[in-house]
């Protein structure tokens, strides 16, 4: 139950399945990865990699690491990693900590645990933008290999005209600036001083996460959780990237797949306008305003949000046996 008072139990970074591989960025970052088999043990027809946003990790995926695998027509195998200096993964140099190296690190572990057959990329936040970025450096992969693509809460640029202000999106502000620094310098005291505000946090995650229905407090937690694990550091070296990010000519390689964009109307980090912009990009990919959600709409919203990606899928595979059986018939 994610809504009400219902508590819902999430596992911590200790106790979630263990990591099945360590995929390394063609930098070296090492990348913590993991794969879920279809539930009913039976042959996977795609593979569904799902990546997580800025500040998170792979646990944001709860509800469909845990609906998804239960899927049998067709069965879908998962992989979830974690992106570069978040979660399990390894710290990244403040100078690849940008969405172009999000890119190469999706490609690096396509190429580790997706060699063969189709494959769905699913991206919430910055890990909609590490698609949008892999897009823009392999198309013909998106022809080839992606047989659907869907864009949850972000954005394909002009990040800071709404939703996060712009001054905050560049190490220029004072205040990014010295985070950036004293987190540098004194990554501890950073660390006791941002861990002081115990509710007062906790009631802002709350409101920057979430919309304005009601929403359990574990699902707070779990968002309050992520981001705490999230030192100043790596919130601030990414900062600039996203600012900068501006990937709209790539979306064009995405029209070979099914797309869907989703996101909640009541998101305050990417205003639901982003989503229609992309769409306007896409005018075939399936736009889904997700009602009175915030950012995290897969944990607010999950069921509906799971039964949209859970279609993307049916619609990919079955739109892909149809170009085979034409290809058939044309020989």
Not at 245 to 271: F, N, Q, W, Y
Request: hydrophobic share 40%.
């Amino acid at each position: 139950d994610s809504g009400g008072d219902g508590r819902v139990a999430f596992a911590t970074h200790d106790d979630i399945a263990e990591v099945i591989a360590t995929v390394a960025a063609d930098d070296g970052v090492p990348l913590a990865v993991q794969e879920v088999k279809p539930a009913d043990g039976g042959h996977a027809d795609v593979t569904v990699v799902l990546v997580h946003g800025y500040a998170l990790d792979s646990r944001c995926w709860h509800f469909q690491r845990r609906d998804l695998p239960e899927l049998t027509d067709p069965r879908v195998r998962l992989v979830l990693y974690d992106q570069r200096s978040h979660g399990r993964s390894g710290h990244s140099s403040r100078r690849n900590s940008t969405i172009d190296q999000l890119g190469r690190d999706l490609d690096a572990v396509l190429r580790a645990t997706a060699r063969r057959g189709p494959v769905v990329l699913v991206g919430h936040s910055m890990g909609g933008m590490a698609i949008m970025a892999l897009a823009e450096q392999q198309p013909k992969l998106f022809r080839d290999r992606v047989r659907a693509v869907a864009l949850v809460s972000t954005s394909a640029g002009q990040i800071g005209s709404s939703g996060l202000p712009r001054t905050w999106l560049s190490r220029r502000n004072p205040v990014t600036r010295g985070l950036g620094v004293l987190a540098g310098l004194q990554p501890d005291l950073v660390e006791r001083v941002r861990h002081v505000g115990g509710q007062v946090s906790w009631n802002i995650v709350r409101s920057l996460s979430f919309g304005g229905r009601q929403v359990s407090r574990s699902l707070v937690d779990l968002m309050n959780d992520m981001i705490n694990a999230t030192t100043v550091e790596v919130v601030t070296d990414f900062l600039e990237t996203l600012g900068e990010h501006d990937r709209r000519t790539a979306l064009a390689a995405l029209k070979h797949c099914e797309v869907l964009v989703i996101s909640g109307d009541a998101d305050r980090m990417t205003p639901f306008r982003h989503s229609e912009v992309i769409a306007e990009e896409l005018p075939d990919a399936e736009l889904v305003r997700v009602p009175e959600a915030g950012h995290m709409a897969m944990l607010e919203r999950h069921e509906l949000v799971t039964a949209q990606l859970a279609a993307l899928v049916r619609r990919a595979m079955a739109r892909s046996a149809g170009g085979e059986q034409e290809a058939i018939g044309k020989t």
